[in-house]
């Protein structure tokens, strides 16, 4: 009983720390991130005077349809915003 009690606790020592290096390795990637996204920011034109598709492809990991007439725009790093479409696109 003593032995399999001292089993139960080292298994929930080794859970929590597996769990805490899990929340570190996602904590390293999203830093990584965000310096690759203000590189990529500093790198670029200091203004655009058009659409960059390779700009927009190295930044946006996806795009959900929030709403009918809303897009929510995921970028590299866990950053993200919602754009409202304009009316004229659905035609009222």
């Given at each position: 009983?003593?032995?399999n009690?001292?089993?139960?606790?080292?298994?929930?020592?080794?859970?929590?720390?597996?769990?805490?290096?899990?929340?570190?390795?996602a904590?390293?990637?999203?830093?990584?991130?965000?310096?690759?996204?203000?590189?990529?920011?500093?790198q670029?034109?200091?203004?655009?005077?058009g659409?960059?598709?390779?700009?927009?492809?190295?930044?946006?990991?996806?795009?959900?349809?929030?709403?009918?007439?809303?897009?929510?725009?995921?970028?590299?790093?866990?950053?993200?915003?919602t754009?409202?479409?304009?009316?004229?696109?659905?035609?009222?």
């Open positions: 009983m003593q032995k009690n001292e089993i139960n606790q080292q298994l929930d020592l080794l859970k929590r720390n597996r769990r805490r290096l899990l929340e570190s390795d904590d390293d990637e999203m830093i990584s991130e965000c310096r690759l996204l203000v590189e990529l920011i500093e670029g034109a200091p203004y655009l005077t659409f960059d598709e390779t700009l927009f492809h190295s930044i946006v990991n996806q795009i959900v349809v929030t709403e009918q007439d809303q897009l929510k725009f995921c970028l590299i790093g866990g950053f993200a915003f754009e409202q479409l304009p009316k004229e696109v659905f035609g009222r």
